[in-house]
């Protein structure tokens, strides 16, 4: 359960850091709230991960599905281009997280 938890606040993270960016400095309202909301969520998923799993791994398995989520989601809104060598390393990063989660 813990791990499902961690997971979801990992893409919760991909999503607060896009809605921030479109936020416009907080000027528009609905990113903004999005951005709180999202926030908030993200973070007592975490601090509630963290109660079971060891701290470092629960980071960085947090920060690498939010790193990749928030590439992909730019990709998806054709604000950033998926060239091979970023795919390749963003796999990296993937394999990286479920080796993380494999031998915790």
Partial sequence: MLWLVLILS????AVWATALAASDGFRRRRPTLLFAVSLVLSMLGLAWSM??????????????IGAVGTVLLAVA???????AARAALLLVLVACVAGL???A
């Fill in 10 to 13: 990992g893409a919760l993270e």
């Fill in 51 to 64: 109660t079971g799993l060891p701290t470092g791994t629960a980071y960085a398995v947090w920060v690498g």
């Fill in 77 to 83: 809104r054709r604000e950033e281009r998926l060239g």
């Fill in 101 to 103: 989660k494999a031998v």
